[in-house]
């Protein structure tokens, strides 16, 4: 078995120090093929000076160049010709720039392996049919984003009675249909079977908001679920605290804390993060990653705060094996969740950018542009 | 957190408190009078007590690296004498008011005043506050996001110095995708002060309701003009320190410097001159905002990446990179954003284009910092106040605040007031 199928095969996907050798064997055999089929990644590669052949230990991996998903939103690089990589998906594109990956067979194969193992130990596969709703796309053949076709895999991991989605396409664009979307709850409830909510904490928020408002509270059967992905995108200034959601959703729809599960990924890192039973993302073997200083782009270790280096030898489509997203965060050792998952966590704190400030300066450009003014 | 009537409120109290708004206000329309000696007295009772360094500490708390500037531009805001200096120039008893024939003249608050700040200057909103206050207007104030508590701090203060104050004063932390709270409250104002883009402005008209005064400040660009000097060290130096220290994140701030030449050399050799000025600035005033730091360093990196990879980016420019700023060299001409933060443009701009190079830009122009030889001065003074510019500085002054000068080419007190003639017999 080569290697990577064998990571992702890996009995106990967090046993990460079980797998070190396994996974740079694998993200040897990853650099190198990007490195041979990639011309674009080959010239970066070459510039640094970074051999891909000579990838022998985890600290090679921590020298060899990153792609910043910035990088990728700009630029269509591949490693492999278009007819062979089935499934082509992108990010949600939050700025309107958004970033395109291709995926192989045998990665799309390990991808599910993950999903069924991973999600397999939080009891989130599951012979018990349920009634979907979903907090995000409906499908809609002009959408490629990766959180749509997620959104609706997930859907598969059980015998799905019915599903309803609050963003739904019309007029060539997505609108929210809340309101249809709690009436579609409350229906549920009737339901001999449990409901499953997958989707954005900013729509699951406002759902519940609403219902609670309207005095919509509802007692869904046992096993109801609620699956958190995606971020909070625009919606950021209006992210509430996790615990303020656990208890909205107790109040309108009786589910439980420990029914309420997140997950953390990207396009550019189809990775499956699923928090644990205290709400934090352990890093699977599938995965490692690096927390890098803002200002030199250096690893930091444990407990400091710095860019988000993600890094996975799953896809061979694009050289998306080593990706700094704009997130910010800090990696936190085991022990200190007490879960009893042995790998360390990542805890996702800010973003990179000038968000929070915005600037007058910024705002003139932002004008000049839409004036259309020749800024060169 | 919200600020009514001088006490504090959790921020879920606010539907409650919005419903009984009006009527608090009207009361204080019909029945109040905000003498403006008192304002003048709280404020400049609160710059002593800051120039004494009684809030040294809180300040630090909201801003550990800039106390002395922070309290400067308090005091500076604030005091007596300032104050009566701003009401002076800009409001004038004897063109504003007085009697012509059977009509008296006489100048009034606008009456009740909601203020949208922006939140790149902390102190800012208070400072819009303050500017109502003086005017005798009621002042409704939602906070920026980015507001870092001070402003309910300052305003808390004010209110403790003068209690009367207290019913001129509401605060809400609204977040402005609340389109419902903030229309209650541009419902009830009779001027809305909105501080920012168009996104805002174009946002902030759609709720105000039909009569209401917008009065709008919008986002503006700064830039410096180099054409020879009169002392090239000092001059420099001030540049790069006023482009470090303020982070080129305002709106006076330096955003492209500008050098009287036709010639790209000459460009380059400039921005090798100046990139160790910058660098020496920039590790003086290196700033703190994670995030921003964050941005700028991927930034960077994926340019090295992109011209690694073959993807030349632009033709048009070459950046060179020092510690912690970068000056980047273009070939055009037209007045643009920089990548803030000491990573500074240079463009050229020879005299004769002066005029139609920034007019393409007239609506966004503000500062310009003037570096150049004395014989120089008035002449390119006088043809960049043609061109739009409304402030011309000393380079290191861009951004400082100067006692009764307009802002973006307007007395803003005068745009808090209106002027109302009774005929008498």
Same mark, same amino acid.
């Given at each position: 078995m080569d290697p990577r199928t064998a990571l992702f095969s890996y009995p106990d996907p967090y046993d990460v120090k079980g797998t070190d050798r396994l996974f740079v064997r694998a993200m040897r055999d990853c650099c190198v093929y990007h490195y041979r089929h990639c011309p674009e990644y080959r010239k970066i590669l070459d510039s640094a000076g970074f051999d891909p052949y000579g990838i022998k230990?985890?600290?090679?991996?921590?020298?060899?160049?990153?792609?910043?998903?910035?990088?990728?939103?700009?630029?269509?690089?591949?490693?492999?010709?278009?007819?062979?990589? @089935?499934?082509?998906?992108t990010s949600s594109g939050t700025g309107g720039v958004y970033s395109r990956? *291709?995926?192989?067979?045998? *990665?799309? #194969?390990?991808?599910?392996?993950?999903?069924?193992?991973?999600?397999?130990?939080? *009891?989130?596969?599951?012979?018990?049919?349920?009634?979907y709703?979903?907090? *995000? #796309? =409906?499908?809609?053949?002009?959408?490629?984003?990766?959180?749509?076709? $997620?959104a609706y895999g997930y859907t598969l991991l059980? @015998?799905?009675?019915?599903r309803t989605f609050a963003l739904k396409y019309t007029d060539g664009t997505y609108k929210p249909d809340l309101e249809g979307t709690a009436a579609a709850v409350v229906r549920n409830s009737r339901s001999h079977f449990p409901t499953r909510f997958i989707g954005f904490p900013a729509y699951t928020w406002f759902m519940l908001r609403l219902m609670d408002e309207r005095g919509m509270n509802v007692r869904l059967p046992a096993g109801s679920k609620i699956m958190l992905g995606g971020g909070w995108k625009q919606f950021y200034k209006e992210q509430v605290n996790k615990s303020d959601m656990y208890a909205l959703a107790k109040k309108v729809l009786d589910i439980d804390e420990e029914n309420i599960i997140e997950s953390y990924g990207a396009a550019e890192h189809p990775i499956l993060y699923c928090d644990c039973k205290n709400h934090h993302f352990h890093i699977p073997v599938y995965s490692r990653v690096i927390i890098r200083d803002v200002n030199t782009l250096e690893p930091l270790g444990y407990g400091k705060t710095g860019l988000v280096n993600l890094i996975t030898p799953m896809v061979y489509g694009t050289p998306i094996q080593s990706i700094v997203t704009d997130d910010l965060g800090i990696l936190h050792r085991s022990e200190e969740c007490g879960c009893g998952i042995s790998s360390p966590y990542l805890e996702i704190i800010g973003r990179a950018g000038f968000t929070d400030v915005k600037t007058c300066a910024a705002g003139a450009e932002e004008i000049l542009k839409t004036a259309g003014g020749d800024a060169q | 957190m919200i600020l009514f009537g001088g006490k504090i409120y959790p921020t879920d109290r606010q539907s409650e408190l919005l419903g009984i708004l009006e009527k608090r206000i009207n009361r204080t329309l019909a029945f109040g009078n905000l003498d403006r000696e008192t304002v003048i007295s709280a404020l400049d009772d609160l710059a002593v007590r800051i120039a004494l360094g009684r809030y040294d500490k809180l300040i630090a708390g909201f801003a550990p690296d800039d106390v002395t500037r922070y309290k400067n531009a308090a005091i500076t805001a604030m005091k007596r004498e300032n104050l009566e200096t701003r009401l002076a120039v800009e409001l004038p008893d004897n063109i504003m008011a007085g009697r012509t024939g059977s009509l008296i003249h006489s100048v009034r608050p606008l009456g009740t005043i909601m203020h949208i700040a922006a939140g790149n200057a902390d102190g800012l909103p208070a400072l819009s506050v303050l500017e109502g206050l003086v005017t005798g207007n009621v002042n409704i104030l939602k906070l920026p996001s980015a507001d870092n508590g001070i402003t309910i701090k300052i305003l808390t203060e004010l209110i403790e110095t003068a209690p009367e104050i207290a019913d001129y004063i509401y605060v809400f932390d609204t977040p402005s995708a609340d389109v419902d709270a903030m229309r209650k409250m541009a419902d009830i104002s009779d001027g809305i002060v909105v501080w920012g883009g168009e996104t805002a402005v174009r946002a902030v008209r759609a709720l105000a309701p039909a009569g209401a005064k917008l009065i709008e400040w919008g986002h503006r660009l700064g830039f410096a003009y180099i054409s020879g000097y009169e002392n090239e060290n000092a001059e420099l130096t001030a540049l790069a320190k006023h482009i470090a220290e303020t982070g080129q994140m305002l709106c006076s701030s330096c955003q492209t410097i500008y050098l009287d030449t036709y010639d790209t050399d000459t460009l380059d050799m400039f921005a090798e001159k100046f990139l160790p000025v910058l660098e020496r600035a920039a590790d003086a005033y290196l700033h703190t905002d994670i995030g921003a730091s964050a941005q700028l360093s991927v930034n960077r990196y994926c340019e090295r990446l992109e011209s690694a990879a073959g993807f030349?980016?632009?033709?048009d420019r070459h950046t060179l990179y020092g510690k912690n700023c970068s000056i980047t060299v273009c070939r055009g001409s037209?007045?643009?954003?920089?990548?803030? #933060?000491?990573?500074?443009?240079? =463009?050229?701009? @020879?005299?004769?284009?002066?005029?139609?190079?920034?007019?393409? $830009?007239?609506g966004t122009l503000q500062t310009a910092g003037l570096i150049c030889s004395p014989e120089k001065r008035d002449r390119l003074t006088e043809m960049l106040i043609r061109s739009g510019v409304n402030r011309v500085m000393r380079a290191g002054d861009m951004s400082a605040s100067f006692t009764g000068e307009a802002h973006d080419g307007e007395y803003p007190l005068r745009r808090y007031i209106r002027n109302t003639d009774t005929e008498i017999l």
């Open positions: 230990s985890p600290s090679d991996i921590t020298r060899l160049p990153f792609l910043p998903t910035v990088f990728l939103k700009k630029h269509r690089i591949y490693s492999m010709p278009q007819y062979r990589m @089935p499934i082509k998906a990956i *291709g995926f192989d067979t045998q *990665g799309l #194969y390990c991808g599910l392996r993950m999903v069924l193992k991973v999600f397999g130990l939080r *009891g989130i596969v599951s012979p018990q049919p349920c009634n709703v979903i907090l *995000g #796309y =409906k499908p809609h053949k002009s959408n490629h984003t990766v959180i749509a076709k $997620t059980t @015998p799905a009675l019915s | 030349s980016r632009r033709k037209t007045l643009e954003l920089s990548g803030m #933060y000491a990573n500074v443009l240079v =463009k050229r701009l @020879p005299e004769k284009h002066i005029l139609p190079v920034l007019r393409r $830009t007239k």
